[in-house]
């Protein structure tokens, strides 16, 4: 059968100049191992992907300096630069 997944992004949309840090906090409730990709969209562009995590993983990167640490006891994801 469907297995349940939700993941909830606290703030939807985030302008920021550039340079400063940045962090975004998600949460997530799901019952079976799963993958998450992350994607940014800047304005009149189309999505660009950025990571992905694997539930082998609990911190990954990328090359532009992203990163994103996976908490499994607190069900969070936040990704930050």
């Known amino acids: ?5 939700l993941v909830t992004q606290l703030n939807v949309h985030i302008t920021v100049s550039e340079g400063p840090h940045l962090e ?25 992907f950025l990571l992905k995590y694997t539930s082998k993983d609990s ?5 532009n300096c992203f990163e994103a640490e996976f908490n ?5 994801f936040h990704w930050r630069k």
Do not use: E, M
């Open 1 to 5: 059968g469907a297995k349940s997944q």
């Open 24 to 48: 975004l906090r998600c949460n997530y409730s799901f019952s079976v191992q799963t993958n998450l990709f992350w994607y940014v969209q800047y304005p009149n562009q189309g999505l660009q």
């Open 59 to 63: 911190l990954v990167s990328d090359i």
């Open 72 to 76: 499994r006891s607190g069900n969070s």
